[in-house]
């Protein structure tokens, strides 16, 4: 964090923990719980659950594009308030679905790139691939999938009343 007083550093840290111990506090809960529950638990009153309901994702991001190897590429950073709406989704949702360990060694702690190379060693033959336009490739409907298909594990309540806005 070069540039930063060590006031804020610090700040930053005790947050980060916070953030961790309030995701592992509900792994324990006794059952679901609503959304805006867990998104005040999280934020403290800090962040708002109607700013949440109310976000405008394309005014709280900036696309920048750059040449790389000859080829255009577009970038969307997300500003301070839409990526603390996803660290949200991140903890209290898309933690809690399953995941296919055997095939899938991106995104995930513990996971890495030698695990997904390790376990074709042996093989004789490779194939390496990139995927054009990954990103932009998925679509709503099959997040909205991933997602009801891991309903079953998720500490939100009223996932049925939020699916659409976190889709979005």
Avoid at 5 to 23: C, N, Q, S
Avoid at 55 to 78: C, I, M, Q, W, Y
Avoid at 93 to 121: I, M, N, Q, W
Avoid at 139 to 156: C, V, Y
Wanted: hydrophobic fraction near 40%; charge should be positive; include cysteine.
């Amino acid at each position: 964090m070069t540039g930063d007083t060590p006031g804020r550093w610090h700040k930053a840290i005790l947050e980060e923990f916070w953030v961790v111990m309030v995701a592992k506090t509900v792994r324990n809960l006794r059952g679901p719980r609503p959304l805006e529950e867990l998104f005040n638990a999280m934020y403290r009153g800090k962040r708002s659950v109607s700013e949440f309901a109310q976000l405008d994702v394309l005014a709280n991001s900036e696309r920048r594009s750059f040449t790389h190897k000859g080829k255009l590429r577009e970038v969307v950073s997300p500003n301070d308030k839409l990526t603390s709406c996803h660290e949200f989704i991140r903890l209290f949702l898309l933690d809690f679905l399953p995941v296919e360990t055997e095939v899938v060694f991106s995104y995930r702690k513990g996971a890495s790139s030698y695990g997904a190379v390790a376990c074709h060693a042996s093989s004789r033959h490779f194939f390496l691939s990139d995927i054009a336009d990954f990103f932009p490739s998925i679509k709503r409907e099959r997040i909205r999938s991933t997602i009801e298909t891991g309903r079953a594990t998720s500490p939100i309540a009223d996932l049925d009343k939020w699916l659409g806005r976190i889709v979005d």
